[in-house]
């Protein structure tokens, strides 16, 4: 996996969040019924923390991993280039998947509004329109 190279951040720090970011989704559907996105962020960043803390990273970079696993939803108290490369990937592989799929107006709004990086705009506006070609269901 190639991470950000037009976005900057550190390349371990975007790796191990892409790959952990859902890391709670079964501890929350174990504590609390739903793997919805509040839960995953209470029960991600404990895991992720003590896989990271496993395979010898260091305590810095854990904590940012932690902290993006735990906004990785919500998007609260956090704002660096690793997390807005995490927030933008999410929302293109989500946004594209989501049924019914969206008008092509609100996917236009949803793509000005959500995306972080000029890079994650541009691959959006890209899929939209690859999108708005598609027959509907
Ligand atoms: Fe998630």
């Not at 859902?22 to 895991?47: L, S, V």
């Not at 660096?80 to 995490?86: A, L, M, N, S």
């Not at 989501?98 to 793509?111: F, G, I, S």
């Not at 994650?120 to 708005?132: F, I, M, N, P, V």
């Amino acid at each position: 996996m190639d991470s950000s190279p037009h976005e900057g951040g550190d390349p371990l720090v975007v790796k191990a969040a892409a790959i952990l970011h859902d890391i709670g989704i079964h501890e929350a559907e174990r504590k609390h019924g739903a793997g919805g996105g509040k839960h995953q962020e209470m029960e991600g960043p404990p895991i992720a923390s003590q896989i990271l803390e496993r395979v010898g990273v260091d305590a810095e970079r854990t904590g940012h991993v932690c902290r993006i696993v735990g906004s990785h939803h919500s998007g609260r108290g956090i704002d660096t280039p690793e997390f807005r490369v995490i927030w933008d990937a999410d929302w293109l592989v989500n946004l594209f998947h989501e049924e019914p799929r969206p008008d092509p107006e609100a996917l236009r709004k949803t793509v000005e509004q959500v995306f972080k990086t000029a890079t994650g705009q541009e691959l959006a506006r890209l899929l939209a329109s690859r999108d708005s070609r598609r027959p509907s269901a």
